[in-house]
């Protein structure tokens, strides 16, 4: 039995037992354990040959659009409201715990979304399962960052913080690079010259 069972299996024990004084300290350990399955499936993987559970999304349609912001900003109503896919949204933070896809068709063009688990500041260096989301949203074609009206400036600046570290720069044009070409010509096959070319 997986994380994600166990998390299912608490939370439909604790919608079953009923809340008295005699089954407080029942709800008590279930909660406990359900905070710690939580937090377990958050962090990062210790092995480095285990990937996360759902965030293994195949590639479909023509194009593919990531949902990134923090907890709680509406990714998971965003989704479940222009697709017929439905992700669970609740008042808690951490609701969408693994990536979950919806298609949306727009005049004959399938497009891919993904609902992406919210994203936490130290992302970029692994906190809160961070590497794999942002390893999702670099598969995009689109990346949409939802942001929470109250905060929006400040989650703004976190978020294109978090995704530059890990080379993705939003609304930005790509760095000039160039490359020098250098020819090598051998003479006699004693001598070594080199030549740059214009």
Do not use: W
Request: net charge positive; glycine share 8%.
């Amino acid at each position: 039995m997986g994380i994600l069972e166990k998390i299912q299996e608490i939370e439909r024990e604790i919608a079953r037992t009923q809340r008295n004084k005699a089954t407080e300290y029942h709800l008590g350990l279930l909660k406990a354990k359900l905070a710690k399955y939580r937090s377990q499936l958050l962090e990062a993987p210790k092995s480095s040959g285990s990937k996360g559970e759902g965030f293994d999304v195949m590639k479909s349609g023509d194009a593919r659009v990531a949902l990134i912001g923090f907890p709680s900003v509406g990714k998971s109503t965003l989704l479940n409201k222009v697709t017929s896919t439905h992700s669970e949204s609740a008042s808690y933070e951490f609701t969408t715990l693994m990536c979950i896809p919806g298609v949306i068709n727009y005049k004959d063009a399938n497009i891919q979304l993904l609902d992406l688990p919210g994203i936490i500041e130290g992302a970029a260096h692994g906190k809160g399962r961070g590497r794999q989301v942002i390893a999702v949203a670099r598969t995009a074609d689109l990346i949409l960052m939802m942001l929470d009206a109250g905060k929006g400036e400040i989650q703004k600046n976190l978020l294109e913080k978090e995704l530059e570290i890990v080379g993705i720069r939003m609304n930005k044009a790509p760095p000039n690079v160039y490359f020098k070409v250098r020819l090598i010509i051998f003479v006699a096959c004693s001598k070594r010259k080199e030549v740059e070319y214009p």
